[in-house]
């Protein structure tokens, strides 16, 4: 389906004093107006989507802040106002007094067809949970999906609108979610009551969720999930792996607990005593990491790819996007996040057991701090011609420099990142470090935990860890949690480390 946007912009720039909404509209790209900043004693900004602008060199004052303020609705308690009938938002900023200081006025756009990437997934029937930064896109794809199912596959869909985001501002909803009904949240503290009444007393066949953050909130999808509602939601987070170290959202792919196992069943498996397994079934089936507004990874089943992480193996997802003629493409990401590639006749790390690295466009310093965290001390060295191993990023290697190519003339095998993200970087270190006869740092660090956990329940008040990096420490948290213990961080930088404590007994 061809994309078809609307955005009715002159129910946006109504709002704006004269002065500031004249010269605004006159700019060329206006149709790509992503939002207008307005703060008090600074000059007024907007940003597009490629490019940002200083509107006029004149401050904002209190007036133009007033001006604005009564042309939208009453603000909540989330500080966010709208238009109605339109899906514009107008979130202030106050004072300490809670006078508004600030307003961000973005704007809202139903775009239809957002969803042709994924809509063979919504249409299946199972519940789809939507990741991605903040601002690529995620609650109008939402809004899309809504009125697909509503209008298109004629299934009785409910949107539970925290921030009225998704319907638009006013009691009659925006067309964007065709037929689909919409439930308004009286404040974001009683989102999960909502979500409850809206199954009890409505009887859809589809739930709408945007923005899932809190645990009453998690909880209340995954009794939702269990009356077997189809549930599409958003989630805090950009990745798979956000959810498995966030104690709160945890439950949404089925909790996280730790196992101990019985020496036999230890080495049966090749692991610790201590493990981190999936508690229960997840409540959604499929996950999507929303990456570029074109552009996703799909976990198409949740519960292999959760259990996946936790047994560090590598995760098979599948990458969609839409080409330049807007057709659909579909390919299975490679494991791990990387990609390895040799000259036919290249040399074996075996040959030359101490790895030493060459980078050529990949981040050094997040290489090395991720290998802090895992314990590794790295040799990088400054000639490729010195090295065993050649890391590159994947938009270095498809345009194929000449230091890439002379590495394959070398046969120096090449290992190519498709980003720095922290979890593509550290299977890249397990894959170069990692032997039969190495302990996994990450298993060694849940032992730890778990051994702490036992001294605190025999009397011990305070037990300190070693240092470990964030990754870690926030796995240790977690365990902690799980066990009913409390845990804080203390210590600064390269020591910094967990501590486990009964309640009363902090130092």
């Known amino acids: 389906m061809q994309k078809v946007i609307t955005d009715d912009l002159n129910s946006l720039l109504d709002i704006l004093p004269e002065h500031i909404r004249r010269p605004l509209s006159e700019q060329p790209d206006i149709s790509e107006l992503v939002e207008v900043i307005l703060d008090l004693g600074r000059k007024p900004e907007a940003r597009f989507f490629n490019r940002e602008i200083t509107i006029i060199p004149q401050d904002i004052s209190e007036l133009d802040l007033e001006y604005t303020i009564h042309r939208v609705s009453v603000f909540g308690a989330d500080n966010r106002a709208g238009i109605e009938r339109t899906l514009h938002r107008i979130s202030a900023i106050r004072n300490r007094k809670g006078t508004v200081v600030g307003l961000t006025c973005r704007v809202g756009r139903a775009i239809y067809g957002t969803i042709s990437i994924i809509q063979d997934l919504v249409e299946s029937g199972k519940s789809v949970l939507l990741m991605g930064r903040p601002g690529v896109g995620k609650t109008t794809m939402l809004r899309e999906i809504a009125r697909v199912l509503a209008d298109d596959i004629r299934k009785r869909v ?4 925290t921030s009225n985001e998704i319907a638009g501002d006013g009691d009659i909803p925006h067309p964007g979610i065709g037929r689909a009904r919409r439930m308004q949240v009286p404040t974001p503290s009683l989102q999960h009551d909502v979500m409850i009444e809206a199954v009890e007393n409505h009887m859809p066949q589809v739930i709408v969720i945007d923005e899932i953050g809190t645990e009453l909130e998690a909880r209340a999808a995954r009794t939702i999930a269990e009356r077997g509602v189809q549930l599409i939601g958003t989630a805090h987070g950009n990745t798979l792996e956000n959810l498995v170290v966030n104690p709160t959202l945890s439950d949404l792919i089925g909790g996280i607990q730790t196992v101990t196992l019985s020496d036999e069943e230890a080495k049966r498996r090749g692991t610790q005593k201590s493990i981190l397994e999936r508690m229960s079934p997840p409540t959604f089936n499929i996950l999507v990491e929303i990456q570029e507004r074109d552009k996703v990874a799909v976990h198409t089943d949740v519960t292999e790819a959760v259990d996946s992480l936790l047994r560090g193996q590598p995760l098979d997802s599948e990458i969609r996007w839409q080409d330049e003629k807007g057709e659909l493409q579909i390919a299975k990401e490679k494991p791990a996040g990387l990609e390895t590639t040799t000259a036919p006749k290249a040399k074996k790390i075996k040959e030359d057991k101490k790895p030493r690295l060459y980078l050529f466009g990949v981040n050094k310093s997040r290489l090395e701090q991720i290998a802090k965290e895992m314990h590794l001390v790295l040799d990088i060295v400054s000639n490729a011609n010195m090295s065993n191993i050649f890391i590159t990023s994947k938009a270095y290697y498809r345009n194929r420099p000449q230091k890439i190519q002379d ?32 302990k996994d740092p990450v298993s060694e660090a849940m032992q730890e935990v778990q051994t702490a956990i036992n001294q605190v329940m025999k009397g011990d008040p305070v037990v300190e860890l070693r240092p470990q990096g964030a990754y870690i420490r926030r796995l240790q948290h977690l365990v902690a949690e799980q066990n009913n213990y409390f845990s804080d961080s203390t210590g600064k930088e390269t020591d910094r480390h967990v501590r486990i404590y009964r309640r009363g007994m902090k130092g």
């Open 407 to 438: 590495a394959e003339a070398a046969n120096i095998p090449i290992h190519v990142l498709k980003s720095n993200a922290p979890n593509q970087i550290r299977q890249l270190l397990d894959s170069i470090y990692t032997t039969d006869g190495q």
């Open 158 to 161: 409910v949107i539970v609108d």
